[in-house]
C-alpha cells in the first residue's frame, strides 16, 4: 500500500486495504453489534414459527416446526470491546429430525445497498462476512450468502468452541446474476443451526456459488444441531460483511447512529404515559392521530398494537377517556395514521385533543417495514 501525493493539494490517492473507502463504512451489516432490541430483549418457547423476535434486523426462519423449543436473548456478554451478543439456548430437544425441518438465523440486505458489489459482472467483488461466536460445547454449523433474486447460493462451515473466537470467511466473486437495484431482499446471510434430509442429503460445496439445490444447503459432514441437547448454547456478535478478502477490525457504530438504521425496518412506540399523537375527533366514540415516524420506512408498514385499551384519548377539555379499540387508519413510509375508539362519548366531531398510553401500563406500537 502506499500513498500518492500531490505536492500542491497534498494527499490525491490513499488506497483502502479492501478496495473500499478507508474513511468511509465498511460494515454492511446492521445491528451486528446486536445492541438494538426494540420488540424485546428476550423471548422464551420459539420453535413453533419464524419470525423477528427480539434482536433487531435478526430473524429465525423455521420450516416444519420441530419439536425442539429455544430462547432468543440478548445478553450482556460479548467479546472484548463489544457489550452484547444474541444467545440462543435449546430449552426442548429434538434429536427426530423430520426431512424438512430447518432453523436459521438470518439477517437480510436491501438490493440497492448491495450495488458496490458488483455482483453478476466480470468486476463482482469477493467479500468477508466475520463474526464472533461461542457455545457451551463444540459445534459446527454452516455460514450461507443467499440471494433471493435469482435462487443462488455460496456456503462455508464453521467451527465453535467454548471460547469467544472470530470467524472468518471470505467468499468468492459471483460473476452470474446481479442483484436487483430496489428496496426488496436481494441478499441474506444464513447462519443454518439444524436441518433434516431435504437439505442435508446432497453434497456440500465449499465456497462455490451455484444455482441453489435444497439438498446442499447444509449438508456438510459431522453438523451439529441446535436442538441436539437440552441447554446448548450458540452466541454470536460484531457480525461484519465487507468488501474484499481481509476481515478488518469490527467496525462499531453509536447507538444512535445503529438504531436509525434499525428503525427504517421496525419502529415501536411503548411505555407508560407516553404522549403518541396529537388527534382529531371524528364522532363523540373516534379519533384519528398521526404519527409521523422518526426516519422514512423502507415501505408503508404494517402495526401490531399490544392492548387495545391500554391507550387513552384526551378531549378538548382534559378528560382522559380510555379506549376501547386501536386500529390502522392508513399508512405511508413516512407516518401512520391510526383510529382510537372510546365507549360512552366524551369526544367532539372535529375537535383536536391528545392520544397516550395509559399510567403504569405497557402499551405498545410495533411498525413494521421488514424484508
Not at 65 to 77: E, I, K, L, P, W
Not at 270 to 275: F, I, L, R, V
Not at 327 to 353: C, D, H, K, R
Request: aromatic share 8%; net charge negative.
Amino acid at each position: 500500500m502506499s500513498l500518492v501525493l500531490n505536492g500542491t493539494t497534498g494527499i490525491t490517492n490513499l488506497p483502502s486495504i479492501n478496495s473500499g473507502q478507508i474513511g468511509g463504512r465498511r460494515n454492511i451489516v446492521i445491528n451486528g453489534e446486536m445492541k438494538v432490541a426494540q420488540r424485546s430483549t428476550s423471548e422464551t418457547g420459539l420453535g413453533a414459527a419464524g419470525g423477528y423476535f427480539t434482536l433487531d434486523r435478526w430473524k429465525m426462519l423455521e420450516a416444519a416446526a420441530s419439536a425442539g423449543r429455544f430462547t432468543m436473548a440478548q445478553v450482556a456478554d460479548g467479546p472484548a470491546g463489544i457489550a452484547n451478543c444474541l444467545k440462543l439456548t435449546t430449552t426442548t430437544a429434538d434429536t427426530s429430525i423430520a426431512a424438512g425441518e430447518y432453523l436459521i438465523l438470518q439477517t437480510k440486505f436491501e438490493g440497492q445497498d448491495l450495488q458496490q458489489l458488483k455482483k453478476g459482472t466480470a468486476s463482482a467483488e469477493q467479500v468477508t462476512v466475520s463474526f464472533y461466536v461461542k457455545g457451551n460445547a463444540a459445534a459446527l454449523y454452516v455460514c450461507e450468502l443467499f440471494d433471493y433474486d435469482n435462487s443462488r447460493s455460496i456456503t462455508q462451515s464453521f467451527a465453535v468452541t467454548t471460547a469467544w473466537n472470530r470467524i472468518e470467511l471470505t467468499f468468492a466473486a459471483d460473476t452470474s446474476d446481479p442483484l436487483d437495484d430496489d428496496n426488496a431482499a436481494s441478499l441474506a446471510i444464513d447462519i443454518w443451526l439444524h436441518a433434516g434430509a431435504t437439505y442435508t442429503g446432497g453434497t456440500f460445496a465449499v465456497n462455490t456459488w451455484n444455482d441453489n439445490t435444497d439438498a446442499n444447503r447444509y449438508a456438510v459432514a459431522d453438523r451439529t444441531s441446535i436442538f441436539d441437547a437440552t441447554s446448548r448454547t450458540l452466541s454470536i456478535t460484531g457480525v461484519q460483511m465487507e468488501i474484499g478478502t481481509q476481515a478488518t477490525d469490527f467496525e462499531s457504530r453509536s447507538y444512535g447512529e445503529e438504531l436509525t438504521l434499525c428503525q427504517r425496518y421496525c419502529y415501536v412506540v411503548e411505555g407508560a404515559s407516553k404522549p403518541i399523537a396529537t388527534s382529531l375527533s371524528y364522532a363523540a366514540t373516534a379519533s384519528n392521530g398521526v404519527v409521523p415516524f422518526p426516519v422514512p420506512m423502507r415501505t408503508s408498514p404494517s402495526a401490531t398494537y399490544a392492548g387495545g385499551t391500554d391507550f387513552l384519548v384526551t378531549n378538548g377539555a382534559g378528560s382522559a377517556l380510555t379506549t376501547t379499540s386501536v386500529g390502522n387508519y392508513v399508512s405511508s413510509p413516512v407516518a401512520i395514521e391510526f383510529t382510537t375508539t372510546v365507549s360512552g362519548g366524551g369526544l367532539t366531531q372535529g375537535q383536536a385533543g391528545l392520544q397516550r398510553t395509559k399510567d403504569g401500563n405497557t402499551a405498545k406500537i410495533t411498525l413494521y417495514a421488514e424484508l
